[in-house]
């Protein structure tokens, strides 16, 4: 026995005799698992190949074109932004395109090995084109390997990963029909689609759902979140996020309200605890996102984490976050899963990032706040048939990335010139703390409420990245205040009687309305909960002709939607991201720069230049003895590709 431990700690990296996670075994090997390189959505890796020192010296590897650009003209559609999160699996990439298409390929050269075609476009493209898939997972029980994928087309599909085909003992062929198991089935099926992958714990695979929440109807079906059988497809069984009759929780959509609204999906990535067979859900708004007249109540499980047992789909625990919400403070990105210790108690814990700038922080198993959450008084709403909820959840600690609400000490400054327009300007608008609701278009004079952070702002999409050898936090995060108001919509259009009209850049001479930093990176010790550095990412208007003369420093991209855009990796000693051109250099020009920060200070390290724009989540992996970054870019104009850079031979 002692000589078998022995030969399995000399071994262990190779061999993996020892007791090792399944993904701490994929982080030593340098490969790249699931989209947030684990189920823990740590978006991490321990690989130092690149480094301060050389990260400058990236050159492009190779180039991979998306098979979507090979598609018959007359079966292609419009297709978004590229943000593909590609993953490597024993010596092998595999990612997806826009339209749902599966690659394998050469990690060392982009040559592709095989694809699969789920030919989901032949349902035509969704209501609410352009196209975006955005992952796949992974799944293996040590022996069967698989790869799903939830395309636009409402199907789950399960591959085998070594032949890139369906596999037949899978649904029908391979295929599970989503359009089924949903319950409602009287609601708009268009309205739905799927873009997230899904996740499989033990053994089921968990489907969220992507739904178009801006229709002029009340017709969007319930974000219900479904699981099939990892073997079969069968179907295991569904949480309703929109609690049912006879559900708790239930009365907290008064009225009846559950009966006819829709969405509070899970439209983003999803984490696990795979040891504890536990799914973390991040859930998003009910229809309509800014108005809830129809919908009074607290309106659980919207804007909440919620946490399930995988294999059963029982609730565990959950946390609201906002309450009847009316900003559109959805849970737009990935729990991060981390153990840590805080005044000398080790916890399990979750963190999750949110648009609202706050960092809301568990013990995962049990749902316990690791520092006190309060419920604090917030404005009441002035809308007819609305009734805004009386307080919101405040977290004591870790104090807020971003800034929250807006009062005149906030608006931008740096010249007489420019505070004087920026106050005349602001006295057209309603301003106040986090969570000041909307109001009617021109009530008391005023054209709109100003949200900040603004609905496509806080930690949007790309979400957070946890360090697990410091527990430290890293957030992009950006400000992005938007002017929002309530307006009667045209006559027999819509039953509702307000929707929203959005204003997104407001400021004086096409300069933003508050002060810099307006994009940043905020590093979270999550063993004190204290801020370790923040810095301010991107140039923004520091070079605008009438700020050019103050030699600023950089205040922080203003204009990236970064809803949009790919966030950061963490490595051994760097964050990487990356800026778009037209932010940094040019409002014409179409490339992109991939940045490296020491992740110790926030310091930059370096940067490389690149004729694409970046999309997509960055990762990294290693292959025969070399490290590379990999990100997606391109897909608005058939252009779609993958990029992979690595240090010169």
């Given at each position: 026995?002692?000589?078998?431990l022995?030969?399995?700690?000399?071994?262990t990296f190779l061999f993996a005799?020892?007791?090792?996670?399944?993904?701490?075994?994929?982080k030593?090997?340098?490969?790249w698992r699931?989209?947030?390189?684990?189920?823990t959505s740590s978006?991490y890796?321990?690989?130092d190949?690149?480094?301060?020192g050389?990260f400058?010296?990236?050159?492009?590897?190779?180039?991979y074109?998306?098979a979507?650009r090979?598609?018959p003209?007359?079966l292609?559609?419009?297709?978004?932004?590229y943000?593909?999160?590609?993953?490597?699996?024993n010596g092998?990439?595999?990612?997806?395109t826009n339209h749902?298409?599966v690659?394998?390929?050469?990690p060392?050269?982009?040559?592709?090995l095989?694809?699969?075609?789920?030919?989901?476009?032949?349902?035509?493209?969704?209501?609410f084109?352009?196209?975006?898939?955005?992952?796949?997972?992974?799944?293996t029980?040590?022996?069967?390997?698989r790869l799903f994928?939830a395309t636009?087309?409402k199907?789950?599909v399960?591959?085998?990963i070594a032949?890139?085909q369906?596999?037949?003992?899978?649904g029908?062929?391979g295929?599970?029909?989503?359009k089924?198991?949903?319950g409602?089935?009287?609601?708009?099926?268009?309205n739905?689609?799927h873009g997230?992958?899904?996740?499989a714990?033990?053994?089921s695979?968990?489907?969220?759902?992507?739904?178009y929440?801006?229709?002029m109807?009340n017709?969007?079906p319930?974000?219900?979140v479904?699981?099939y059988?990892?073997?079969?497809?069968?179907?295991?069984?569904?949480?309703?996020?929109?609690?049912?009759?006879?559900e708790?929780?239930?009365?907290?959509?008064?009225?009846d309200s559950?009966?006819?609204?829709?969405n509070?999906n899970v439209w983003?990535f999803?984490?696990?605890d795979?040891?504890e067979?536990l799914?973390y859900?991040?859930?998003?708004?009910?229809?309509?996102?800014y108005w809830g007249g129809?919908?009074?109540?607290e309106?659980?499980?919207a804007?909440?984490?919620?946490?399930?047992d995988?294999?059963?789909?029982e609730?565990v625990?959950?946390?609201?976050t906002?309450?009847h919400?009316?900003?559109?403070?959805?849970?737009?990105s990935?729990p991060?899963?981390?153990?840590?210790e805080v005044n000398?108690?080790?916890?399990k814990a979750?963190?999750?990032v949110?648009k609202?700038?706050?960092?809301?922080?568990?013990?995962?198993l049990?749902?316990e706040?690791?520092?006190p959450?309060e419920?604090l008084p917030?404005?009441?709403s002035?809308?007819p048939g609305?009734?805004?909820?009386?307080t919101?959840p405040?977290?004591?600690?870790p104090?807020?990335?971003?800034r929250?609400?807006?009062?005149k000490?906030?608006l931008?400054?740096?010249?007489?010139?420019?505070a004087?327009?920026?106050?005349?300007l602001?006295?057209?608008f309603v301003?106040g703390p986090?969570f000041t609701?909307?109001?009617?278009q021109?009530a008391?004079g005023?054209?709109a409420?100003i949200?900040?952070?603004g609905?496509g702002?806080g930690a949007?999409?790309p979400g957070a990245?946890?360090?697990p050898?410091?527990?430290?936090?890293?957030?992009?995060?950006?400000s992005?205040?938007?002017a929002?108001?309530?307006?009667?919509?045209?006559?027999g259009?819509s039953d509702?009687p307000?929707?929203?009209?959005?204003q997104?850049?407001?400021?004086p001479?096409?300069?933003?309305?508050?002060?810099p930093p307006y994009r940043?990176?905020?590093?979270i010790?999550l063993?004190?909960?204290?801020?370790v550095?923040q810095?301010?990412f991107?140039r923004?208007p520091a070079?605008?002709p009438?700020?050019a003369h103050?030699?600023?420093?950089d205040?922080?991209?203003?204009?990236?939607?970064?809803s949009?855009e790919?966030g950061?990796?963490?490595?051994?000693?760097?964050?990487?991201?990356?800026?778009?051109?037209?932010d940094e250099i040019?409002s014409?020009a179409?490339?992109s720069?991939l940045?490296?920060?020491?992740?110790?200070?926030?310091?930059?390290?370096g940067?490389?230049?690149?004729?694409?724009?970046?999309?997509?989540?960055v990762?990294?992996?290693?292959h025969a003895?070399?490290q590379y970054?990999?990100?997606?870019?391109?897909?608005?104009?058939n252009?779609?590709e993958?990029i992979s850079?690595?240090?010169?031979?």
């Amino acid at each position: 026995m002692k000589k078998r431990l022995i030969l399995c700690a000399l071994f262990t990296f190779l061999f993996a005799c020892a007791p090792e996670e399944p993904e701490t075994q994929a982080k030593m090997l340098g490969e790249w698992r699931h989209a947030g390189a684990s189920h823990t959505s740590s978006k991490y890796s321990p690989l130092d190949q690149i480094d301060r020192g050389n990260f400058a010296d990236l050159e492009i590897a190779w180039r991979y074109q998306s098979a979507d650009r090979r598609l018959p003209q007359e079966l292609a559609y419009a297709t978004g932004d590229y943000r593909a999160v590609p993953l490597v699996i024993n010596g092998t990439m595999y990612t997806n395109t826009n339209h749902g298409q599966v690659v394998a390929l050469n990690p060392s050269t982009g040559e592709e090995l095989w694809i699969f075609d789920p030919q989901s476009y032949i349902a035509g493209p969704p209501l609410f084109s352009p196209a975006q898939t955005r992952g796949i997972e992974y799944w293996t029980d040590g022996d069967i390997e698989r790869l799903f994928l939830a395309t636009l087309g409402k199907q789950l599909v399960s591959i085998d990963i070594a032949t890139g085909q369906p596999d037949p003992n899978f649904g029908d062929n391979g295929f599970v029909d989503l359009k089924n198991n949903l319950g409602r089935r009287e609601f708009e099926m268009n309205n739905i689609t799927h873009g997230a992958p899904p996740i499989a714990v033990g053994t089921s695979v968990i489907v969220g759902s992507k739904i178009y929440d801006y229709t002029m109807l009340n017709r969007s079906p319930p974000g219900h979140v479904r699981a099939y059988d990892v073997y079969t497809g069968e179907f295991k069984w569904r949480f309703n996020t929109i609690p049912q009759e006879g559900e708790e929780f239930n009365e907290t959509w008064e009225d009846d309200s559950w009966k006819t609204v829709g969405n509070t999906n899970v439209w983003s990535f999803m984490s696990a605890d795979d040891e504890e067979g536990l799914v973390y859900l991040p859930v998003s708004t009910p229809t309509n996102d800014y108005w809830g007249g129809k919908r009074l109540g607290e309106n659980v499980y919207a804007e909440s984490l919620v946490v399930l047992d995988a294999e059963t789909g029982e609730k565990v625990w959950h946390f609201q976050t906002v309450h009847h919400g009316l900003w559109d403070y959805d849970i737009a990105s990935a729990p991060n899963l981390v153990d840590i210790e805080v005044n000398g108690r080790a916890i399990k814990a979750v963190a999750q990032v949110s648009k609202t700038g706050f960092t809301y922080v568990f013990d995962r198993l049990t749902g316990e706040p690791v520092w006190p959450i309060e419920e604090l008084p917030v404005p009441p709403s002035s809308v007819p048939g609305e009734r805004a909820h009386p307080t919101q959840p405040h977290p004591t600690w870790p104090l807020p990335f971003e800034r929250q609400g807006m009062s005149k000490d906030d608006l931008i400054d740096f010249t007489p010139e420019i505070a004087a327009v920026a106050q005349k300007l602001a006295e057209d608008f309603v301003i106040g703390p986090i969570f000041t609701p909307p109001i009617v278009q021109g009530a008391n004079g005023k054209r709109a409420t100003i949200f900040l952070p603004g609905a496509g702002g806080g930690a949007n999409f790309p979400g957070a990245n946890v360090d697990p050898e410091t527990n430290i936090l890293y957030i992009p995060s950006h400000s992005r205040p938007y002017a929002m108001s309530l307006v009667q919509p045209p006559a027999g259009s819509s039953d509702w009687p307000y929707v929203i009209q959005v204003q997104r850049n407001v400021g004086p001479l096409g300069l933003p309305l508050i002060k810099p930093p307006y994009r940043r990176i905020t590093a979270i010790d999550l063993d004190t909960g204290e801020h370790v550095w923040q810095v301010p990412f991107g140039r923004g208007p520091a070079n605008h002709p009438a700020l050019a003369h103050l030699n600023l420093p950089d205040l922080g991209s203003v204009f990236t939607d970064v809803s949009s855009e790919g966030g950061i990796l963490i490595t051994k000693t760097l964050l990487i991201s990356f800026l778009a051109q037209k932010d940094e250099i040019d409002s014409e020009a179409q490339g992109s720069i991939l940045v490296a920060h020491d992740k110790a200070t926030g310091a930059k390290v370096g940067q490389v230049m690149l004729d694409r724009r970046l999309h997509g989540p960055v990762m990294t992996y290693m292959h025969a003895g070399k490290q590379y970054i990999a990100v997606a870019g391109g897909g608005r104009e058939n252009d779609a590709e993958l990029i992979s850079f690595a240090l010169p031979n």
